[in-house]
Nanobody, 119 residues
Framework: QVQLVESGGGLVQTGESLRLSCVAS????????MGWYRQAPGKQRELVAR???????DYADSVKGRFTVSRDNTKNTVYLQMNSLKPEDTAVYYC?????????????WGQGTQVTVSS
């Protein structure tokens, strides 16, 4: 089993920054993709950013230039640095980890951490 634990959420004002962390434990081998999704009230969960084990990254258009995803394989941790936060960034942020190199594809989710950005 794989467990993902997020931390770093909170309440900030527009323009401020937060850094989210997600620590993976358990059977973490071959988790080649780790990243972050978010879900706001009344909206579907959406991809925010992700990073592969070879260093590739992918971002939602709404956060490009403001958010940075990174991985520390030594600590089995993925981070999301969020700068220039906007009220529309308010959501529950979920850590995600997946193994896509085999079949079937497997994915794991954290419990989420609340990010609230006030105007």
């Amino acid at each position: 089993q794989v467990q993902l634990v997020e931390s770093g959420g909170g309440l900030v004002q527009t323009g401020e920054s937060l850094r989210l962390s997600c620590v993976a434990s358990g059977s973490i081998f071959s988790l080649n993709v780790m990243g972050w999704y978010r879900q706001a009230p009344g909206k579907q969960r959406e991809l925010v950013a992700r990073a592969t084990s070879d260093g590739s990254t992918d971002y939602a258009d709404s956060v490009k230039g403001r958010f940075t995803v990174s991985r520390d394989n030594t600590k089995n941790t993925v981070y999301l640095q969020m700068n220039s936060l906007k009220p529309e960034d308010t959501a529950v942020y979920y850590c995600n980890a997946a193994r896509t190199t085999g079949w079937p594809v497997v994915a794991y989710w954290g419990q989420g951490t609340q990010v609230t950005v006030s105007s």
